[in-house]
């Protein structure tokens, strides 16, 4: 490994033996580097984030159930037992498939690391469907930061609506549009509504929070229409019985700091004044799947997810294997099991392969079922041709949360935090700070230099790309 301003990869590791990048450090990439524990690899994982981050649990951070710490386990604390392991932050940004190299770079310090086999599992952004613009008054959910802005946009618009005066400000601010009916947006606008008629329901004087209008919409025609239409229609049927207005057939034209532009199917043009949007529609896979594409003739679909071999490699490069959410395989869906059991196969064709075994066979997902929250004791599920609602599934989503939640303490304290939420109408983490609601776009006005000449950062290797001294901000 060598770091920048160098750029010629640094030959091999002292161990001598076969080394695997994982890059990622999500469901596939950790999951790649667990099944390789007993291997005689040397293993590096790089992820941009110094956490494993548990996706679907997200929306509980967003609306004050859990804190971030609970689904965000350190990285470096999983693996600490694992000596084969080393884990390295820094956010990818080129792969040589000639030369079997990876760059990744952290506050200008760019490191290449040499490979002997490859695995990519760097998972996928929020799309916009070609409109970025509406990220800044309708944020994703798909990191940390994303939950924690939005955590401080939904508290904080019941707050600004205690302060207003004018009646249709006041709707306004306590108007909540989340776009998106699969089980993403189904979770978050059923919390939000069980926030508002349950949590905050005596802590305001002069607004009253059981008021708040939660919409969910979406330009296809069924809520969860992965689910099927039985189950699509009773989370529907819930979502109703719970306050949240449940608009289908509706494209989202427009999004601005005041509301949302709508096209319903029948052509009309309408305006929702909502001061929180939230954005939970499309997903694009990471930009490493073009450079992949263009360096082995792989070809990538609309969102980018690059067609893989059936045994996950991509053609003509048997070392380099891609898995979750950048993979386009057989029309899987972007699901956490889709991710852990790709990084599992992948683990074991490197050990076959390395230890000039055949390979194992194509890959083979085995579908363990998909739920959704709806609100607290009520939710849908389908496990094979079983299908499930209400209670008996929201006991089953608990206990296949919890099991898949990493590490023991996490377990222990989401199970607390669990029982404050669902048996009383508390919630522990309603703590939002401005830095939470801002920082974000205050960030992307100051530009990427900002944060290297004010980290602290790498001094003895800064690349001069500009002369940082001059910048003096307060
Ligand atoms: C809000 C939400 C709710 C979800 N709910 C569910 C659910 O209920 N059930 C379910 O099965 N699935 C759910 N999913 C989907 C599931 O989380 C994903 O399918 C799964 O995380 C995919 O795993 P992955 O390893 O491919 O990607 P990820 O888990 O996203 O991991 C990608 C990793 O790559 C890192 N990374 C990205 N780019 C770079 C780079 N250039 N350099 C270095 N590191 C990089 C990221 O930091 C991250 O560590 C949900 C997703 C979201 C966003």
Do not use: C
């Not at 990538?300 to 891609?322: F, K, M, N, S, Y």
């Not at 590490?407 to 009383?424: C, D, K, N, Q, Y």
């Amino acid at each position: 490994m060598t770091t920048s301003p160098a750029s010629a990869p640094a030959g091999t590791t002292t161990s001598g033996r076969p080394r695997v990048v994982i890059i990622g450090s999500g469901f596939g990439g950790l999951f790649t580097a667990k099944a390789l524990k007993r291997a005689p690899v040397d293993v590096t994982v790089i992820g941009k984030t110094s956490h494993h981050l548990f996706q679907p649990l997200l929306y509980q951070v967003a609306t004050g159930i859990l804190s971030e710490g609970e689904i965000a386990p350190a990285t470096r604390e999983v693996l600490r037992g694992q000596e084969n392991a080393r884990v390295v932050l820094g956010e990818v940004t080129d792969i040589d498939l000639a030369n079997r190299t990876v760059t990744s770079t952290i506050l200008g310090r760019s490191t290449v690391h040499p490979y002997d086999e490859l695995v990519v599992a760097a998972g996928a952004g929020q799309s916009y469907f070609g409109n970025d613009r509406f990220a800044e008054f309708a944020p994703g959910m798909k990191s940390v930061d994303d939950a924690l802005e939005l955590r401080g946009r939904i508290f904080g618009a019941f707050e600004l609506a205690e302060l207003a005066t004018d009646p249709a400000e006041i709707d306004r601010l306590l108007t909540f549009v989340v776009v998106g009916a699969g089980p993403t947006g189904v979770e978050m606008a059923g919390q939000i509504a069980e926030l508002a008629h349950r949590t905050l329901r005596r802590d305001f004087r002069t607004i009253d929070p059981t008021q708040a209008r939660v919409i969910l919409l979406d330009a296809a025609p069924a809520v969860l229409p992965s689910f099927g239409e039985k189950l699509g229609d009773r989370a529907r049927r819930q979502l109703n019985k719970i306050g949240v207005e449940v608009q289908l057939g509706a494209m989202v034209t427009d999004v601005d700091a005041d509301g949302i532009e709508v096209k319903d199917a029948d052509g009309q043009a309408r305006r929702i004044q909502a001061a929180t949007k939230i954005w939970a529609a499309g997903v694009q896979a990471s930009p490493l799947g073009k450079q992949l594409a263009e360096q082995s003739g792989a070809e990538i679909d609309r969102a980018g997810r690059v067609a893989v071999q059936p045994d996950l490699t991509l053609p003509g490069h048997p070392e380099v294997h891609v898995v979750g959410d950048m993979m386009s395989l057989d029309r899987l869906p972007g699901v956490a099991q889709v991710a852990i059991q790709g990084g599992r196969y992948a683990a074991e064709a490197i050990k076959r392969r390395l230890a000039g075994k055949a390979p194992k066979g194509p890959f083979r997902y085995f579908d363990k079922g998909s739920m959704a929250t709806i609100s607290r004791y009520s939710a849908v599920a389908e496990i094979g041709k079983l299908k499930f609602e209400g209670f008996i599934a929201w006991v089953l989503w608990l206990v296949v949360h919890l099991m898949y939640i990493v590490g023991f303490r996490s377990r222990l304290t989401a199970v607390l935090h669990w029982v404050v939420s669902f048996l009383g109408p508390n919630r522990s983490q309603r703590v939002a700070t401005q830095q939470q609601v801002y920082g974000r776009l205050a960030l992307e006005q100051l530009g990427p230099h900002f944060s290297i000449s004010k980290s602290g950062g790498p001094k003895d290797e800064v690349q001069a790309t500009e002369d940082l001294t001059r910048r003096r901000s307060a």
